[in-house]
């Protein structure tokens, strides 16, 4: 049972560059959602999914989009990479959303030049 | 605007010392409040969360100590291992779905040998 799955795990892009970040789950959760963490800061929301086709904006949507097409996978996409979108992501999924335990990936480092 | 305050920052203790991380928060709506623990390369994994009917919740060497009417919650670990050095971030977010899951900034734990 792999759990959440995020690939890449470290990523180097220059400024104006565009990429997707993958998650996957294999528990059949309902809920996933991305979150980034920067150094004291602890972690923030992007966007989140409560099902299939169904997504939403969290605490800092902006320059990033996201799309769930189906159950397992939930993948964030930069638009047009920043600086201050240096970061580590975390993708986490949950049976039925925020207020159960919440099963995190191992992150992507991104680094934007 | 802050939503949920976690202290200290950072904490020393030495080996079988009691870890004490403290959380302060100020929307009422909030009524689920789980504490998540992360390891250095990994994503964070829920530790053991609280509703607010109960004052106090212990899994092993885990307590958590709520208290409603200061809005506050810790985290108490008793007999502290190295093993239990981590980051810790408290968590609170309401059941209705209304406020969205919203960390503390985390709390590096060392615990020496």
Redesign the interface.
């Known amino acids: 049972n792999a759990g959440?799955t995020q690939t890449p795990k470290f990523q180097v892009l220059k400024t104006g560059q565009s990429m997707t970040l993958q998650c996957a789950q294999d528990m059949n959760h309902e809920y996933m959602s991305w979150y980034r963490q920067d150094p004291?800061?602890?972690?923030?929301?992007i966007h989140?999914s409560v099902g299939a086709g169904i997504t939403d904006q969290?605490?800092v949507p902006n320059g990033y989009n996201v799309s769930r097409s189906t159950t397992e996978d939930f993948p964030l996409r930069l638009l047009s990479a920043a600086p201050s979108q240096t970061s580590v992501y975390?993708c986490?999924s949950s049976p039925w959303?925020?207020?159960s335990?919440?099963?995190?990936?191992?992150?992507t480092r991104l680094t934007v030049t | 605007q802050q939503q949920v305050k976690q202290s200290p920052q950072s904490l020393i203790v030495q080996k079988g010392g009691i870890s004490i991380i403290n959380c302060a928060y100020e929307n009422t709506a909030f009524d689920y409040f789980p504490w998540y623990q992360q390891f250095p390369g990994k994503g964070p994994a829920l530790l053991i969360a609280i509703r607010p009917d109960v004052s106090e919740k212990k899994e092993g060497r885990f307590t958590i100590s709520f208290n409603k009417s200061a809005k506050q919650f810790s985290l108490h670990i008793m007999d502290s291992q190295p093993g239990d050095s981590a980051t810790y971030f408290c968590a609170a977010s309401s059941a209705g779905g209304s406020e969205k899951l919203v960390f503390g900034k985390g709390t590096k734990l060392t615990v020496n040998p």
Do not use: D
């Not at chain 1, 004291?40 to 929301?45: D, I, Q, S, V």
């Not at chain 1, 335990?101 to 992150?107: D, M, S, T, V, W």
């Open positions: 959440v004291g800061m602890g972690l923030r929301l989140y969290g605490e975390f986490a959303g925020q207020n335990p919440l099963h995190f990936g191992n992150g």
